[in-house]
């Protein structure tokens, strides 16, 4: 079966940084397109980043120039690179990937405060 496991998340300082790591296994990581999704308290869950299994990526408005997303096919691992994190990024951030039906990641904490 399909696995995605998130790694790299914790407590940050605003305006510090954090790269997540989502290692999937089960399938061949290429055919898929990746992405990251988080979810705050008391709010839907949204679409952070995605990156195509060509590697075109897109990104939430909320984030565009502070975070990148990245792939490594040869070791099946998605990244998002958070740079100048602010408090309104605090969430747990999900991995997912999808061809015809999508896998998601259990979520990893990731918390922005002084």
């Known amino acids: 079966q399909v696995q995605l496991v998130e790694s790299g998340g914790g407590l940050v300082q605003p305006g510090g940084s954090l790269r997540l790591s989502c290692v999937v296994s089960?399938?061949?990581?290429?055919?898929?397109?990746m992405a990251w999704y988080r979810q705050a308290p008391g709010k839907q869950r949204e679409l952070v980043a995605g990156i195509t299994s060509g590697g075109s990526a897109n990104y939430a408005d909320s984030v565009k120039g502070r975070f990148t997303i990245s792939r490594d096919n040869a070791k099946n691992t998605v990244y998002l690179q958070m740079n100048s994190l602010k408090s309104e990024d605090t969430a747990v951030y999900y991995c997912n990937a999808r061809r015809i039906v999508a896998f998601w990641g259990q979520g990893i904490q990731v918390t922005v405060s002084s």
């Open positions: 089960g399938s061949i990581f290429s055919i898929y397109a």
